[in-house]
Nanobody
Framework: QVQLVESGGGLVRAGESLRLSCEASGSIFGIPDMAWYRQAQGKQRDFVAM???????NYADSVKGRFTISRDNAKNAIYLQMSSLKPEDTGVYYC???????????WGQGTQVTVSS
């Protein structure tokens, strides 16, 4: 069993920055791939960024160049540094460990990010 807890969300103005954290605990074996997703009210949950066990990264086009994903393997944590925030970045941000052939996937409960204009 794995638990994911997000933190760092809040209310900011357009153009400002925010840093999200996700701490994983429980039965974690090895270094998993981990990702951030977000969901605006009334919309589907969309991929934002992924950091693989190798350290390689992938970003959605909408955040590329503005967001940076990173990880601290010793702490089983990932982070999302968000810069130049836009109102369309508003939503609930979720931490995710993807499922695989050998494990089920896990989701945090999310943290709200609101960007005002």
């Amino acid at each position: 069993q794995v638990q994911l807890v997000e933190s760092g969300g809040g209310l900011v103005r357009a153009g400002e920055s925010l840093r999200l954290s996700c701490e994983a605990s429980g039965s974690i074996f090895g270094i998993p791939d981990m990702a951030w997703y977000r969901q605006a009210q009334g919309k589907q949950r969309d991929f934002v960024a992924m950091i693989y066990s190798t350290g390689n990264k992938n970003y959605a086009d909408s955040v590329k160049g503005r967001f940076t994903i990173s990880r601290d393997n010793a702490k089983n944590a990932i982070y999302l540094q968000m810069s130049s925030l836009k109102p369309e970045d508003t939503g609930v941000y979720y931490c995710n460990i993807p499922g695989s052939w050998s494990r089920v996937g896990y989701w945090g409960q999310g943290t709200q990010v609101t960007v005002s204009s």
